[in-house]
């Protein structure tokens, strides 16, 4: 149980790839990360509120821990401070980031080095049930790094990518409530170790699952709503063939690519159906934009976007990446169009812009975290983050404030 606090140097610490707030490929750089977390498409990461809870400088009673793999020590614990602390010193580039908004930080810092054991133990303390995990990331820790075997979530996670999916399952009611035992026997499924077994086809278990993802999506099953009666709020189509099959004999349900194919798929139709019939439009509405390029790329990009909302169910979830880069896109046009950098043609904007957005806009902006310093590394993803840019909510968002940019550098001189 081997602890002791040394002075590392910012710039040899190397951050965790296997961080279970957001792991990224093990081969993956510290700027790689850094990326990863500026982007945070989920809300893992938050530096900004961490920044502001920070002050003014670096705390030295907050130590990292840190094991050292070879000559290099690897950040288990306080990657989030070691991200500011790298980009505050220049060690790692973040378009977007004021500098001024972060806290000083010294060269050195002092960090608790311990082995491998230690340091995920004082992880696992700090962090499984404080709330910074979800269920998901807490039952990957506990099977990857504690040996501990996997949870019925992770095995269901693991044959149908259900979940990750569908972020809005990876919450411990459902977890606890929805997908346990009990109530998966009731809809013809079961696990066993590590094993996922149905009564039904492929097909008919990719479609009960993704009725019940959509019935949590829509709050028609919640910690408020329809608590233990699973199948009674499930469609009628879903409970006759729960009924239909219920004298079946399980199957074993193989873990391969196509089966996770049917599952995904089965989830697009069925939000496919569930649309609202009215869009929210690209860039808030209509632009009147002067003739030129920035204008044909508009309209393009406009009718680009039209067609994927009302065609979603024959595109993949990672269609939306597309549209994230054509945006990038856009604004760098536009930018050139008028001798300017993307970071301050858009920053010059920002805030003119964000008044003209009426109240529920902005309030989109904030609930994407699309902020005027973390704008540009927002439409930066649309080059160097493809999974990342397919939060269509996101894009959409910071096509509303990219609308009033695009209006005051471009927009049309009203007739006279």
Same mark, same amino acid.
């Given at each position: 149980?081997?602890?002791?606090?040394?002075?590392?140097?910012? $710039?040899?610490?190397?951050?965790?790839?296997?961080?279970?707030?957001?792991?990224?490929?093990?081969? $993956?750089?510290?700027?790689?990360?850094?990326?990863?977390?500026?982007?945070?498409?989920?809300?893992?990461?938050?530096?900004?509120?961490?920044?502001?809870?920070?002050?003014?400088?670096?705390?030295?009673?907050?130590?990292?821990?840190?094991?050292?793999?070879?000559?290099?020590?690897?950040?288990?614990?306080?990657?989030?401070?070691?991200?500011?602390?790298?980009?505050?010193?220049?060690?790692?580039?973040?378009?977007?980031?004021?500098?001024?908004?972060?806290?000083?930080?010294?060269?050195?810092?002092?960090?608790?080095?311990?082995?491998?054991?230690?340091?995920?133990?004082?992880?696992?303390?700090?962090?499984?049930?404080?709330?910074?995990?979800?269920?998901?990331?807490?039952?990957?820790?506990?099977?990857?790094?504690?040996?501990?075997?996997?949870?019925?979530?992770?095995?269901?996670?693991?044959?149908?990518?259900?979940?990750?999916?569908?972020?809005?399952?990876?919450?411990?009611?459902?977890?606890?409530?929805?997908?346990?035992?009990?109530?998966?026997?009731?809809?013809?499924?079961?696990?066993?170790?590590?094993?996922?077994?149905?009564?039904?086809?492929?097909?008919?278990?990719?479609?009960?699952?993704?009725?019940?993802?959509?019935?949590?999506?829509?709050?028609?099953?919640?910690?408020?709503?329809?608590?233990?009666?699973?199948?009674?709020?499930?469609?009628?189509?879903?409970?006759?063939?729960?009924?239909?099959?219920?004298?079946?004999?399980?199957?074993?349900?193989?873990?391969?690519?196509?089966?996770?194919?049917?599952?995904?798929?089965?989830?697009?139709?069925?939000?496919?159906?569930?649309?609202?019939?009215?869009?929210?439009?690209?860039?808030?509405?209509?632009?009147?934009?002067?003739?030129?390029?920035?204008?044909?790329?508009?309209?393009?990009?406009?009718?680009?976007?039209?067609?994927? $909302?009302?065609?979603?169910?024959?595109?993949?979830?990672?269609?939306?990446?597309?549209?994230?880069?054509?945006?990038?896109?856009?604004?760098?046009?536009?930018?050139?169009?008028?001798?300017?950098?993307?970071?301050?043609?858009?920053?010059?904007?920002?805030?003119?812009?964000?008044?003209?957005?009426?109240?529920?806009?902005?309030?989109?902006?904030?609930?994407?975290?699309?902020?005027?310093?973390?704008?540009?590394?927002?439409?930066?993803?649309?080059?160097?983050?493809?999974?990342?840019?397919?939060?269509?909510?996101?894009?959409?968002?910071?096509?509303?404030?990219?609308?009033?940019?695009?209006?005051?550098?471009?927009?049309?001189?009203?007739?006279?």
């Amino acid at each position: 149980m081997t602890q002791k606090v040394m002075l590392l140097k910012l $710039a040899d610490l190397v951050l965790w790839t296997e961080n279970p707030r957001d792991p990224i490929r093990g081969d $993956a750089k510290d700027q790689d990360i850094v990326d990863k977390a500026l982007f945070d498409t989920h809300g893992k990461w938050g530096l900004p509120k961490l920044a502001k809870e920070m002050g003014d400088y670096y705390d030295f009673s907050e130590l990292p821990t840190v094991v050292f793999h070879g000559q290099h020590p690897v950040v288990y614990d306080g990657n989030r401070r070691v991200v500011l602390g790298k980009i505050k010193m220049r060690l790692v580039s973040a378009d977007g980031v004021l500098s001024s908004d972060l806290p000083t930080f010294p060269e050195e810092i002092p960090c608790n080095v311990c082995s491998k054991e230690v340091a995920l133990t004082n992880v696992l303390r700090k962090h499984a049930d404080s709330g910074s995990w979800l269920p998901l990331e807490r039952d990957i820790f506990l099977h990857k790094h504690m040996k501990r075997p996997k949870s019925p979530f992770l095995v269901l996670e693991e044959r149908t990518g259900i979940i990750s999916a569908n972020p809005y399952m990876n919450q411990r009611f459902v977890k606890e409530e929805i997908l346990r035992d009990d109530v998966l026997a009731k809809i013809g499924l079961k696990i066993d170790g590590d094993t996922f077994h149905s009564k039904h086809t492929s097909e008919e278990t990719a479609a009960i699952l993704a009725d019940i993802a959509q019935k949590v999506r829509d709050k028609v099953i919640s910690t408020r709503n329809n608590r233990g009666d699973i199948i009674g709020v499930l469609d009628s189509s879903t409970q006759e063939m729960l009924a239909t099959n219920q004298t079946k004999k399980f199957k074993n349900v193989k873990d391969s690519k196509d089966s996770k194919d049917t599952f995904e798929s089965a989830v697009r139709q069925k939000q496919a159906r569930r649309t609202h019939p009215k869009e929210t439009p690209i860039f808030g509405g209509s632009l009147y934009l002067e003739s030129g390029d920035v204008n044909n790329f508009y309209r393009d990009l406009a009718d680009l976007y039209n067609f994927y $909302a009302s065609n979603k169910h024959k595109f993949s979830q990672s269609f939306p990446s597309v549209i994230r880069m054509a945006l990038r896109l856009l604004v760098e046009t536009a930018a050139q169009d008028i001798g300017e950098d993307l970071a301050t043609y858009v920053r010059t904007r920002f805030k003119d812009s964000k008044a003209l957005l009426n109240q529920d806009q902005k309030t989109t902006l904030s609930t994407q975290n699309v902020t005027e310093s973390s704008v540009v590394a927002l439409l930066q993803i649309g080059a160097h983050n493809y999974a990342a840019a397919s939060n269509i909510d996101q894009s959409i968002a910071v096509s509303f404030i990219l609308g009033g940019i695009l209006t005051n550098s471009h927009g049309k001189a009203p007739a006279k």
